[in-house]
C-alpha cells in the first residue's frame, strides 16, 4: 500500500513535471506543425496546378522549388525539438530523415540542374508532400487533443508504401545525377591544392546512395514500431477530451 502510494506521488510529480513546461511547448508546436502543414499544403496544391495546366511534370520542381527548400530547410527545427526534449522522438531517427531529406534538396536536385525533370523527382515529391501533409497534421490535431481516427490512420499506415516510394524516387534522382556530377566535377576539390585536401562528390553520392542500405530499415522499423505502439496500443498515450 504504501509503495503504490509512493508511486503514485512520483507519477504525480512526473505529471506535474510534463505540465509545467507543456504550455510554453505546446504552444510553440502547435504554431510550428500548423505552419508546417499549411505549407506542404500549398505545395500539393502547387503541384497539382502545374500538372493541370502544363499537363507535364517538366518544369514542376523549378515552380515549386522555392517553397519546397523553405519548409523542407525549416523542418531543421525538428532536430532541435527532441535534442530539447520538446517532443518524444530520437534525435538520431529524426536527425537521419530530416538530413537525409536536406541533402537531397540542397545538394542535389537544387545544386544538379540536369536532373530537375527526372521522373523519380515527382516520385519523391509527391511521397514527401502526402508523408508531411498528414504527418503534421496528425501532431496539430493530437497536440489540440482531437485527433480524427482517420488522420491517425494515414499517419500510421502511409508510410509503408510511401516510404518505399520516396526512396526509391531519392535513390532513382541521385543515380541520374552521378554522371553529371562525374563530367562537370562539381563540388569536387583536387590535389594539388594549398590545404592539401581533396573530396570527390561523385564518390561522396555513391557512399550516401550505399548508406540507404543501413539506415532505411532503421526508419522504416522505427515506424513499425510507433504503429504496433499507436494503432495496436502497446504502449498507448491517448489524446482523448
Ligand atoms: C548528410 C547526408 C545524409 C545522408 C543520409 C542518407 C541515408 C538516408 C537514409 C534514410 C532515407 C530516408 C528517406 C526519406 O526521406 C524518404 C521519405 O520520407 S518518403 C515518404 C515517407 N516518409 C515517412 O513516412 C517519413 C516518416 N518520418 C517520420 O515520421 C519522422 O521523421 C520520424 C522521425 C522517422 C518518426 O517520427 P517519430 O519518432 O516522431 O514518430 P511519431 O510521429 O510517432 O512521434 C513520436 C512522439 O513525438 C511526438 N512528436 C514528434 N514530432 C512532433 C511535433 N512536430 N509536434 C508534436 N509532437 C511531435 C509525437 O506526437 C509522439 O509523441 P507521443 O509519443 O507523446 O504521442
Request: net charge positive; hydrophobic share 45%.
Amino acid at each position: 500500500m504504501a509503495s503504490s502510494e509512493e508511486d503514485g506521488s512520483a507519477e504525480d510529480k512526473e505529471n506535474n513535471k510534463k505540465k509545467t513546461k507543456r504550455p510554453f511547448v505546446t504552444a510553440w508546436l502547435t504554431v510550428y506543425n500548423i505552419a508546417m502543414t499549411a505549407g506542404w499544403m500549398v505545395l500539393a496544391v502547387a503541384m497539382i496546378r502545374f500538372y493541370i495546366q502544363k499537363g507535364t511534370h517538366k518544369g514542376l520542381y523549378k515552380s515549386i522549388s522555392r517553397t519546397l527548400k523553405f519548409f523542407q530547410t525549416f523542418a531543421l527545427l525538428e532536430i532541435f525539438h527532441c535534442a530539447f526534449g520538446m517532443v518524444r522522438t530520437s534525435v538520431i531517427v529524426t536527425g537521419v530523415q530530416v538530413c537525409s531529406r536536406i541533402f537531397m534538396v540542397w545538394f542535389v536536385t537544387h545544386s544538379i540542374k540536369q536532373i530537375q525533370n527526372e521522373e523519380s523527382v515527382v516520385l519523391f515529391l509527391v511521397a514527401w508532400t502526402v508523408t508531411e501533409i498528414t504527418r503534421y497534421s496528425f501532431y496539430t490535431f493530437s497536440l489540440l487533443n482531437h485527433l480524427p481516427y482517420f488522420i491517425k490512420w494515414a499517419r500510421y499506415n502511409l508510410f509503408i508504401v510511401l516510404y518505399p516510394v520516396g526512396v526509391a524516387g531519392e535513390l532513382l534522382t541521385i543515380y541520374a545525377a552521378l554522371p553529371y556530377v562525374r563530367k562537370s566535377g562539381m563540388l569536387s576539390v583536387r590535389l594539388p591544392n594549398k590545404y592539401n585536401v581533396s573530396f570527390d562528390y561523385y564518390i561522396c553520392l555513391i557512399i550516401v546512395m550505399l548508406s540507404y542500405i543501413p539506415l532505411f530499415p532503421q526508419l522504416f522499423f522505427h515506424m513499425l514500431r510507433q504503429r504496433r505502439k499507436v494503432l495496436h496500443g502497446e504502449v498507448m498515450v491517448e489524446k482523448e477530451d
